[in-house]
């Protein structure tokens, strides 16, 4: 039996020991960082000095390609390097707006609540929506406080597609007002209510050299940072701004291609003194792929100037962070 036959069996089997109660994995380090089932489109959040990390999971089997997603995955770590899987959170029957297909999302805390903002196919509104769920813990179990999508493809008239509507990221600035970004093909931006689950004002549009998808907002120093997929296959860039509503100030690839996987999500966080970018490939087993994804965590690095040094994929991961 070879090492990789090997490796690929004892996966299966904690899956199966997982799914029937009896193992909850922890997952040890290198890259991918989850490999104890397909992973995609991750989001991070920090809170009481645990990072919960936010996943879709790929469920297509091969040889079938696609995007088959049916839930939403939480995983938690205290190092970056070992986590814990907690049971399913969410899926997009828990949302009364929601058919399926449960693409990116973000989860943000806010006065002790945990805000998930979520993509999915609408029920009866032609295309994909963004959504909120609530919970009080950052684990679930998420509930629905709308019935209602917050986006839908009928309020973005300006693009012919029905998946412009995806992959929101939400920002709370220091001021304690929240921002929306998202969008596929356009990058857009809107202001929540300080409820968080209804929008307030208008729509408007961020211009960024060869936007596909993919936006994720942070900050560091005084600067603010907005990151997103580039082109097809997908490379990852970013701009910078003094301001959450920009203007934006284009700065380069951050992210080159992730191997054999046509997309590039991101995710970027502050932990313990270190800076973490969080990303997916298709790099697990002989099946990963573009539609078979895998998260995978290596060191986010500035320069003096605060412009981001290129990221370096590795194989190794990162290190415990005590």
């Known amino acids: 039996m070879t090492r990789l036959t090997t490796f690929t069996s004892k996966i299966a089997q904690l899956s199966l020991l997982s799914a029937i109660g009896i193992f909850t994995p ?25 990072v919960y990390l936010y996943a879709g999971h ?23 390097v070992n986590w814990q899987e907690h049971p399913v959170p969410l899926k997009p029957a828990d949302l009364a707006w929601a058919k399926d297909e449960a693409w990116a999302s973000q989860v943000v805390e806010k006065d002790g609540k945990f805000y998930w903002y979520v993509t999915a196919q609408h029920k009866t509104i032609h295309g994909k929506a963004i959504g909120v769920a609530v919970s009080d813990s950052p684990t679930g179990p998420f509930t ?14 300006d693009t012919k597609i029905s998946w412009d509507d995806i992959d929101p ?18 990058c857009r931006w809107i202001k929540l209510k300080s409820n968080m689950i209804e929008t307030e004002g208008e729509i408007h549009t961020v211009d960024l050299p060869n936007y596909t ?3 994720w907002i942070h900050k560091h120093g005084d600067w603010y940072y907005l990151s ?6 997908e490379k990852t860039a970013y701009a910078m701004s003094k ?59 500035y320069n003096d100037d605060g412009t981001i040094k290129r990221i370096i994929m590795t194989s190794e991961g990162v290190s415990p962070n005590n």
């Open 228 to 233: 997103y997929a580039y082109g097809f296959p």
């Open 243 to 301: 301001s959450i509503t920009g203007p934006w100030e284009y700065k380069g690839i951050l992210n080159e291609l992730a191997g054999n996987c046509n997309t590039n999500h991101q995710a970027i966080i502050e932990f313990k003194g270190k800076d973490y970018f969080i990303y997916h490939n298709g790099g697990l087993t002989t099946d990963g792929g573009s539609f078979r994804r895998s998260v995978c965590i290596d060191y986010l690095y």
């Open 144 to 157: 629905d406080p709308r019935g209602t999508a917050l986006i839908t493809n009928d309020m973005t008239t």
């Open 213 to 215: 998808e993919a936006p």
């Open 169 to 186: 990221t939400v920002f709370i600035d220091d001021d304690g007002q929240a921002y929306m970004y998202w969008g596929n093909q356009k």
């Open 58 to 80: 790929d469920q297509c089997k091969p040889p079938r390609n696609g995007y088959e997603m049916h839930e939403w995955l939480v995983y938690s770590s205290d190092d970056m």
């Open 26 to 50: 922890v997952v040890q380090a290198a890259n991918p960082a989850i490999t104890n089932t397909f992973t995609a489109d991750p989001a991070a959040l920090v809170h009481n000095n645990i």
